[in-house]
């Protein structure tokens, strides 16, 4: 009821925080209350309603900006995964919508997520913003990506050794947990 209640209405929300708020709290009641057989059903509901409101958001506007974050959150395939890969890439752009590195690493991160991207996309981004966040950006991105092997990577890094600095641990334990994986955890 909850997650219906937000994808039909949300639009309409002015304030910008509660707007992201709704959001992020549909998408873990989908993930964490829902029944598992309506999962799946919450989260296309989800993705569909972020996806359209990215599309149609005001140019330049934050809440232009909180609707493409929450798609980062919401896409799982179709025309919202070509929108992300489109953003990332400067193919796609949204009237606007300013892909900034924080943006870059949302982006890519959801793709990495869903297989879409991997190593070679997470090797290029760090070149790109090498930093200490680029650094903690792309150990969670490393540490999403979906194959059993690179949970045991990230997995040995976190439990079995000790050379990670503690905002690196951090970062793999974010990337680690993705709701999206149930499985392979």
């Known amino acids: 009821d909850y997650v219906?209640?937000?994808?039909?209405?949300?639009?309409?929300?002015?304030?910008?925080?509660l707007l992201q708020n709704h959001?992020?709290?549909?998408?873990?009641?989908?993930?964490?209350?829902?029944?598992?057989?309506?999962r799946s059903e919450g989260l296309r509901?989800?993705?569909a309603t972020t996806l359209r409101h990215s599309i149609e958001a005001e140019p330049g506007t934050d809440h232009q900006l909180a609707w493409a974050?929450?798609?980062?959150?919401?896409?799982?395939?179709?025309?919202?995964v070509?929108?992300?890969?489109?953003?990332?890439?400067?193919?796609?752009?949204l009237d606007g919508l300013r892909v900034d590195v924080d943006l870059r690493w949302a982006l890519l991160l959801?793709?990495?997520?869903?297989?879409?991207?991997?190593?070679d996309a997470i090797d290029a981004e760090l070149q790109r913003d090498r930093t200490a966040t680029g650094e903690r950006q792309a150990a969670?991105?490393?540490?999403?990506?979906?194959?059993a092997e690179a949970k045991a990577e990230a997995w040995a890094a976190m439990v079995e050794r000790?050379?990670?600095?503690?905002?690196?641990?951090?970062?793999?334990?974010?990337?680690?947990?993705?709701?999206?994986q149930r499985e392979l955890l």
């Open 140 to 147: 969670m991105a490393r540490a999403a990506r979906p194959s």
């Open 82 to 93: 070509g929108l992300l890969s489109g953003l990332l890439d400067g193919s796609r752009s």
């Open 45 to 47: 509901l989800l993705e």
């Open 110 to 119: 959801r793709l990495v997520v869903l297989g879409v991207a991997g190593d």
């Open 4 to 17: 219906a209640l937000v994808t039909s209405g949300i639009g309409g929300e002015a304030d910008v925080g």
């Open 162 to 180: 000790d050379e990670l600095p503690n905002a690196l641990q951090r970062a793999t334990i974010g990337g680690f947990q993705q709701p999206d």
């Open 23 to 38: 959001l992020r709290q549909a998408r873990i009641a989908c993930d964490s209350f829902a029944d598992p057989a309506w």
């Open 69 to 80: 974050r929450a798609l980062t959150m919401t896409a799982a395939g179709g025309d919202s």
